[in-house]
């Protein structure tokens, strides 16, 4: 079984904190990508989100699980924050197009 082709030139990377920190990527529209993180921790897609925990319009993710993200018309950014504990996050496109 092969595994997911993830580009390393589109990853991006951040500390993941009790601060919302939005990652560098603009993510582009029909181009798949995914979030994973070394902790559980919440994010929040828009054009200039700010993640909180546990609140309407973010979306939890466990640790050390690939979730798939998208754009979605001005929706481009992803914003991050821990759920109890700090860690590391990754938002990387994975080369394909939905």
């Given at each position: 079984?092969g ?72 929706a ?15 938002l990387?496109?994975i080369?394909?197009?939905?």
């Amino acid at each position: 079984m092969g595994g997911i082709p993830i580009s390393l030139t589109t990853s991006d990377y951040k500390p993941v904190t009790s601060t919302s920190t939005q990652f560098d990527t603009t993510m582009v529209s029909g181009v798949q990508y995914v979030v994973t993180s070394s902790v559980a921790c919440w994010i929040r897609i828009g054009s200039n989100p700010t993640a909180a925990a546990d609140t309407d319009q973010n979306h939890y993710v466990p640790a050390n699980t690939m979730v798939p993200v998208a754009a979605n018309g001005t929706a481009t950014k992803v914003a991050i924050i821990r759920d109890s504990a700090d860690g590391d996050a990754t938002l990387s496109a994975i080369g394909g197009v939905i």
